[in-house]
């Protein structure tokens, strides 16, 4: 995804299927076929081997600390793990995947 402008940049979750996420939420692309970033409660990573625009996750790892945001915690992960397609336009990331489902990110700067 780094020939289409994700990478080297932070991008905040702001909605999960069009409605705000409030809890801090982050996704980066630090290396080819590699996606990482905070969780509301846990640093994560995963590999990415579909190419643009395609959006494919496998070996979804993260630290194991608890906090009150946990729930929102999982159902970022979940929903990230169904994502099936990326759209990158300036500073808006959206993922999305065939059952209509969407997630919303925002460079940060």
């Known amino acids: ?25 982050t996704l980066e692309f630090p290396a080819p076929g590699k996606i990482a970033g905070q969780a509301p409660c846990n640093a994560y990573r995963a590999e990415t081997t579909a190419p643009y625009p395609w959006f494919d996750t496998t070996g979804l790892s993260s630290t194991r600390k608890v906090c009150p945001e946990l729930l929102e915690e999982t159902r970022f992960l979940e929903a990230l793990q169904t ?4 759209e990158v336009t300036g500073d808006v990331l959206i993922l999305r995947n065939g059952s209509g489902r969407e997630m919303l990110f925002r460079a940060d700067g």
Not at 6 to 16: C, E, V
Not at 83 to 86: H, L, Q, R, W, Y
């Open 1 to 25: 995804m780094s020939a289409y402008g994700a990478a080297g940049k932070t991008w905040r979750l702001s909605q999960i299927d069009g409605a705000p996420f409030s809890a801090a939420a």
């Open 83 to 86: 994502m099936g397609e990326a």
